[in-house]
């Protein structure tokens, strides 16, 4: 397999806790989806490894961090891997106003309007050219609770 690698390291990629859990997404036009998550979204584009027209794996990091992996669809990986349009990421961010903005300025379709929420956080939601359903919001996740307790 002749495989070709884009590769673009950002300063904000390396800080903080690198990424232990990837979530991950195969898509129909992974570069065309790529170009949409780092353009518009606002990911980064961390490494790209093509196989022709193909994306055979792909990793994009959020500024704030935390990271996702995508690649081309394979019918051979539906065993183990969520076809496209199926997928579904909340992604936390403190710029949350200024996103949803951004993103409707862009045209982007948004599913749930921003609002506030009981339990704290300022979010909303938007699908991607794919089909897939992208949350994005203040929300951090619950305090870990105390390892001696």
């Given at each position: 397999m002749n495989?070709?690698?884009?590769?673009?390291?950002?300063?904000s990629a390396s800080a903080g806790r690198a990424p232990a859990v990837w979530p991950s997404l195969q898509a129909h036009d992974a570069p065309a989806l790529i170009d949409f998550l780092v353009g518009t979204v606002g990911f980064l584009r961390t490494a790209v490894y093509e196989d022709g027209d193909r994306v055979a794996h792909a990793e994009l990091d959020w500024p704030e961090g935390g990271a996702i992996m995508l690649g081309?669809?394979?019918?051979k990986s539906e065993a183990w891997c969520l076809k496209p349009g199926t997928f579904?990421?909340?992604?936390?961010?403190?710029?949350?106003?200024?996103?949803?903005?951004?993103?409707?300025?862009?045209g982007v379709e948004i599913i749930r309007?921003?609002?506030?929420?009981?339990?704290?956080s300022r979010e909303f939601a938007i699908a991607d050219p794919e089909g897939n359903k992208w949350s994005f919001g203040t929300y951090r996740g619950a305090p870990r609770p105390d390892k001696a307790a």
């Amino acid at each position: 397999m002749n495989t070709t690698e884009k590769q673009q390291q950002s300063p904000s990629a390396s800080a903080g806790r690198a990424p232990a859990v990837w979530p991950s997404l195969q898509a129909h036009d992974a570069p065309a989806l790529i170009d949409f998550l780092v353009g518009t979204v606002g990911f980064l584009r961390t490494a790209v490894y093509e196989d022709g027209d193909r994306v055979a794996h792909a990793e994009l990091d959020w500024p704030e961090g935390g990271a996702i992996m995508l690649g081309s669809y394979d019918e051979k990986s539906e065993a183990w891997c969520l076809k496209p349009g199926t997928f579904g990421a909340y992604v936390v961010t403190d710029h949350v106003d200024d996103l949803y903005q951004r993103l409707t300025a862009a045209g982007v379709e948004i599913i749930r309007e921003i609002e506030d929420q009981p339990y704290g956080s300022r979010e909303f939601a938007i699908a991607d050219p794919e089909g897939n359903k992208w949350s994005f919001g203040t929300y951090r996740g619950a305090p870990r609770p105390d390892k001696a307790a």
